[in-house]
């Protein structure tokens, strides 16, 4: 069993940084990629960022390319470091881990409970 934590998110203005973070704990070698997801009130789950086991390889959605970084410092913890925050950025922000490194959620086999954030314009 793996479990996922989430911190950082809060109420931040538009053209402000929050920095997201992810604790995983258990059996971690099972997912060995990590995403970071995001869901709006009454809109489905969507893709943010994902990253692969190494770190080398990640992948971005269009709508954060150049203001959102994902990174890892270890097999465990895992980051979002978002800049330049748009009103349509938020949502409750959800970390997950799987084995292929993919924009589909249905891929992704472990969450966390989420943490929101919020940008006021």
């Known amino acids: 069993q793996v479990k996922l934590v989430e911190s950082g998110g809060g109420l931040v203005q538009a053209g402000g940084s929050l920095r997201l973070s992810c604790v995983a704990s258990?059996?971690?070698?099972?997912?060995?990629?990590m995403g970071w997801f995001r869901q709006a009130p009454g809109k489905e789950r969507e893709f943010v960022a994902t990253?692969?086991?190494?770190?080398?390889?990640s992948h971005y959605a269009d709508s954060v390319k150049a203001r959102f970084t994902i990174s890892r410092a270890t097999t465990e913890k895992t980051y979002l470091q978002m800049n330049n925050l748009k009103p349509e950025d938020t949502g409750v922000y959800f970390c997950?881990?799987?084995?292929?490194?993919?924009?589909?959620?249905?891929?992704?086999?472990?969450w966390g409970q989420g943490t929101q954030v919020t940008v006021s314009s």
């Open positions: 997950s881990g799987g084995p292929i490194l993919t924009s589909e959620k249905r891929w992704y086999d472990f």
């Open positions: 990253i692969s086991a190494s770190g080398r390889d």
């Open positions: 258990g059996r971690t070698s099972s997912i060995p990629n």
